[in-house]
């Protein structure tokens, strides 16, 4: 079945650093990827996405770009704040091999701390 | 505003106990779903509902419950079958790829 592989972490950056979160995947159809942001006691939030192969999502800063040739889908920073400190979760949703659901497939995790 | 309230934030019951978790949205999605979330490991799929009246068991059914007999509302049961509940649970909606999710219920069995 489908699944979701991602770094573990946990990971520590000082501010300014460059973040980098690896995931990669695997899935019989045309999967579209996610990655989540969970801040502490809270829900998740849509970071970014891509729905196809070369597609590359953005937002606040945060770059992941959809390489099917390798099923990757890292995702990066290039200067991190402290604000930036949260759990993040590479996810895939695979409808051809989900009898048409949308379900989502999560990694584990990785929990980054930025410090000042 | 738009989105799905869950309720509430923390739950404490006895060992033995069923408890319903309640899931409630306002942005006309017809597809919802119910994740648990445990430290490292991610979250897993529960239950979930393409329609009203209609539900699917996801990855970890067992010991779980649901039902979906409005549009707006997918509210969980945890049964006294289920070995080891404590853990936060997590509402979803979704509608063609986008997912709300909830803020969570932090169930913890004593």
């Known amino acids: 079945g489908d699944s979701v592989t991602q770094m573990e972490g946990p990971v520590t950056l000082s501010e300014e650093a460059f973040l980098t979160i690896n995931c990669t995947y695997t899935a019989t159809g045309y999967p579209s990827l996610f990655w989540y942001v969970q801040y502490p006691g809270e829900g998740l939030q849509l970071l970014l996405k891509?729905?196809?192969?070369?597609d590359k999502g953005s937002n606040k800063g945060f770059e992941a770009t959809y390489r099917k040739e390798t099923t990757s889908f890292h995702l990066e920073k290039g200067s991190v704040q402290v604000s930036d400190s949260a759990v993040y979760f590479c996810?895939?949703?695979?409808?051809?091999?989900?009898?048409?659901?949308?379900?989502?497939?999560f990694g584990k995790g990785t929990k980054l701390t930025v410090n000042p | 505003d738009g989105g799905i309230t869950q309720s509430p934030k923390y739950l404490f019951r006895k060992e033995g106990q069923n408890v319903t978790l309640s899931c409630e949205q306002n942005?006309?999605?017809?597809?919802m779903y119910w994740y648990r979330q445990d430290p490292g490991q991610g979250l897993r799929l529960i239950y979930y509902?393409?329609?009203?009246?209609?539900?699917q068991k996801g990855d970890i059914a067992e010991g779980y419950s649901v039902s979906r007999e409005k549009k707006e509302s997918f509210p969980l049961t945890v049964t006294s079958a289920q070995k080891n509940p404590t853990a936060f649970y997590l509402c979803a909606s979704n509608d063609r790829g986008t997912y709300t999710f909830g803020s969570g219920t932090r169930l913890t069995v004593v």
């Open positions: 942005l006309n999605h017809d597809a």
């Open positions: 509902s393409q329609i009203v009246n209609d539900f």
């Open positions: 891509a729905t196809k192969a070369d």
């Open positions: 996810a895939l949703s695979d409808p051809w091999s989900q009898g048409g659901s949308e379900k989502l497939v």
